[in-house]
């Protein structure tokens, strides 16, 4: 079966630490409890968007190892495509270290391992994987020489491309105009563009100079303030859901997931928007990052009730 969507990304072990406050500076703290999750940034928005209905295939690595066992059990399990992600012996799984405060507020430290042996070369080989998909995703915890080559195959074959320029740092405007959809939050938006978004004006603003950049669209996530929508066409603002947070790890992942779902499934921009701002509100009332990605018939409930209250 061809998938929609197609995930370029990374894979990692997460073991986080919950505490009441994060470690100043030459601080140690004592923490509460302690779990491990699958995740990584490409491997989570692979999940989101499978849970959520879409046919799913990933291109990644893991070390040879119980983690790299583990996470590839996780996503087999969600349903997503496996057969374009290489185990390797040269280096070790991704792991992330997050520590969980009692606000829901996550800080988190990443070691890339086997991610950043993705090459353009492991991309190119799976050309047609790309090339049958209604979408690529792409994000920025593997080396940016192989997202280039992901996207570039993209638009060989005029697949659109969502790219979570996540964790932030510059990009070229050659490789933001290739760019159909962009899902920054307020650090990645600034790193971007230079301005310090802190409400819808300013969103507007910083998304207008990612559309002059080259993006097509822009959806600008403000967290608990809502996201802010921007095309050549229109612009329009979404109200955040009010929920009970009690982890933000993964919340913009299965936001992607879900625009990308949405996207691929017919939704315009709007009800793509709309759909996303539900699953990441869900998602952050859950402790983990694919264990805390809902499943299309706990979103369908979840929107059903929040339209009730």
């Not at 270290?97 to 353009?120: K, Y």
């Not at 190119?124 to 997202?147: D, F, G, N, S, Y």
Request: glycine share 8%; with cysteine.
């Amino acid at each position: 079966m061809n998938a929609q969507i197609v995930v370029v990304g990374s894979l990692n072990m997460d073991m986080v630490v919950s505490l009441n406050h994060r470690p100043a500076r030459g601080e140690t703290v004592l923490g509460s409890d302690f779990f491990m999750n699958a995740g990584g940034k490409g491997a989570n928005q692979a999940v989101a968007a499978s849970k959520l209905g879409a046919t799913v295939a990933m291109i990644g690595k893991v070390g040879s190892d119980l983690f790299g066992e583990q996470l590839l059990a996780n996503l087999a399990e969600a349903g997503v495509d496996c057969h374009a992600i290489e185990t390797i012996t040269e280096d070790a799984t991704g792991v992330a270290f997050v520590t969980l405060d009692s606000e829901g507020d996550n800080s988190i430290v990443v070691a890339p391992g086997a991610n950043l042996r993705l090459t353009p070369e492991d991309v190119e080989r799976h050309e047609e994987l790309i090339k049958q998909a209604k979408l690529l995703m792409v994000q920025l915890e593997v080396p940016l020489e192989t997202v280039k080559a992901a996207i570039a195959i993209a638009r060989r074959y005029k697949v659109p491309v969502l790219l979570d320029p996540a964790p932030a740092q510059t990009l070229s405007e050659e490789l933001l105009g290739l760019v159909d959809y962009i899902v920054p939050n307020e650090t990645e938006i600034k790193q971007l563009t230079g301005i310090h978004v802190h409400d819808q004006v300013t969103a507007k603003l910083a998304a207008v100079e990612l559309l002059r950049k080259g993006v097509t669209t822009v959806f600008a996530k403000l967290g608990e303030k809502g996201i802010v929508v921007v095309n050549a066409n229109r612009t329009f603002f979404v109200e955040s859901y009010e929920v009970d947070a009690v982890d933000s790890t993964a919340a913009g992942d299965a936001f992607a997931g879900a625009v990308g779902t949405a996207i691929v499934g017919g939704k315009d921009i709007w009800a793509a928007a709309k759909f996303a701002s539900a699953i990441g509100a869900l998602t952050v009332t859950r402790k983990g990052a694919q264990a805390s990605m809902p499943s299309l018939e706990e979103a369908e409930q979840f929107i059903k009730q929040e339209a009730h209250n």
